[in-house]
């Protein structure tokens, strides 16, 4: 038993020699319910930004993957409805080609008509819209996160400014052992605003960076779908129709020509 006694003590005494009373523990149980608060926030709002970062990412990797795709094999199908097929059950280029599909099945049942071509503009730029607002779900958070964090931080650095002073006031002298707590309190809280803030001000305008490079994406994919519906399958992209194709591969048989579109009219005279 004294074995024990001793051993533990032996344990303690170190920890106690480097114990230091201005720690961030030490500073917030100075802080009390205020310090507490601040602090309670600025971590929280740190773990749900680096949560919207990474589901984001996943998110905006995912639409990317889905586009490798598209290029690879999409366009080489017979038809929309079979290339439909070779796309993810719920992914944006998926989603855009079945809102194509259903805006194509839905204009002949239209009682007063458009122009096919309008009609079809206005379906693949609403499904495409949609896919913009899925994407900057979250963002805002993160656009808020970065302008408040300093500023709540500043809040705790106000409140253990003023606590220093009312420390002061009381003694009567400004001694380092009674404005240490206080200010490295206020200190303390000015740096978890920052370390809170900066990172998020960076998740964001990378997130916006690559969402414009997604949506780039995917205007050029609606664009070619959408000259592909109003050919019958005519105008495809170039990269779909280059290269050989596996019979042709065999046979060593050149690839046919492909037939350009012929302007109608009589020329403009930028033409001439």
């Known amino acids: ?37 601040v602090f309670i926030i600025l971590v929280a709002m740190s773990i749900f930004s680096f949560y919207i970062l990474f589901t984001k990412l996943m998110q905006q990797q995912k639409i ?47 009682t007063d008509p458009i122009d096919q071509h309008d009609w079809m503009a206005n379906s693949l730029q609403r499904s495409q819209g949609a896919i913009a607002s899925r994407l900057g779900e979250g963002l805002a958070f993160l656009a808020t996160v970065g302008s408040t964090a300093p500023f709540i931080g500043l809040f705790g650095t106000v409140v253990g400014i003023y606590r220093a002073l009312i420390k002061i006031g009381a003694s009567g002298q400004a001694s380092i052992d009674v404005v240490a707590g206080p200010v490295g309190e206020a200190l303390i809280m000015t740096a978890l605003g920052l370390v809170v803030a900066v990172p998020a001000v960076l998740a964001y305008n990378w997130l916006i960076r690559r969402n ?47 037939s350009e579109p012929v302007r109608t009219g009589t020329p403009t005279p930028a033409d001439r």
Do not use: C
């Not at 004294?2 to 523990?25: E, K, V």
């Not at 796309?87 to 855009?96: F, Q, T, V």
């Open 64 to 110: 990317i993957n889905q586009g490798r795709k598209v290029r690879a094999s999409f366009w080489n199908s017979a038809n929309l409805r079979e290339a439909a097929t070779k796309l993810e059950g719920k992914s944006a280029y998926r989603a855009i080609v079945d809102d194509a599909i259903l805006a194509q099945d839905q204009h002949g049942k239209l």
């Open 212 to 258: 414009k490079s997604i949506m780039e994406d995917l205007a050029a994919f609606t664009n070619d779908l959408h000259g592909y519906l109003m050919s019958d399958g005519q105008v495809r992209p170039r990269f779909a129709a280059t290269g050989k194709s596996a019979a042709q591969a065999k046979t060593g048989a050149a690839p046919a020509p492909r």
């Open 1 to 37: 038993m004294g074995i024990l006694a001793l051993t533990a003590a032996a344990a303690a005494a170190p920890a106690a020699a480097n114990a230091n009373p201005y720690g961030l523990w030490e500073a917030l149980e100075q802080g009390g319910l205020i310090a507490w608060s």
